[in-house]
């Protein structure tokens, strides 16, 4: 096996970031939108073409609920798997 010797192995962690990347953490804030989020919600994503259909959040609930009114009434069954 060829094995490589390094002078100093710091030299080559060299800063190769652009100008651009580098991020000042001392002016950055906590994330505002965190402790916002309801638990009760459910993101759907949609596929574009439904999403042409439906482009706000009280059509595709308008829609989901005139669904579930023509659905049956859902049973609740229960499954009992047997214990080893």
């Not at 950055?28 to 596929?47: E, P, W, Y």
């Not at 829609?63 to 859902?74: F, K, Y």
Request: net charge negative; glycine share 2%; aromatic share 6%.
């Amino acid at each position: 096996m060829k094995t490589t010797n390094l002078s100093n192995p710091t030299e080559d962690l060299e800063d190769d970031l652009r100008p651009e990347y580098e991020f000042d953490y001392t002016k950055a804030r906590s994330n505002r939108f965190a402790g916002k989020i309801d638990k009760s919600q459910v993101v759907v994503l949609l596929d574009p073409d439904i999403s042409e259909v439906f482009t706000t959040t009280e059509s595709v609930n308008a829609v989901l609920r005139a669904l579930i009114q023509t659905m049956p009434a859902r049973q609740v069954s229960v499954e009992v798997r047997p214990t080893a």
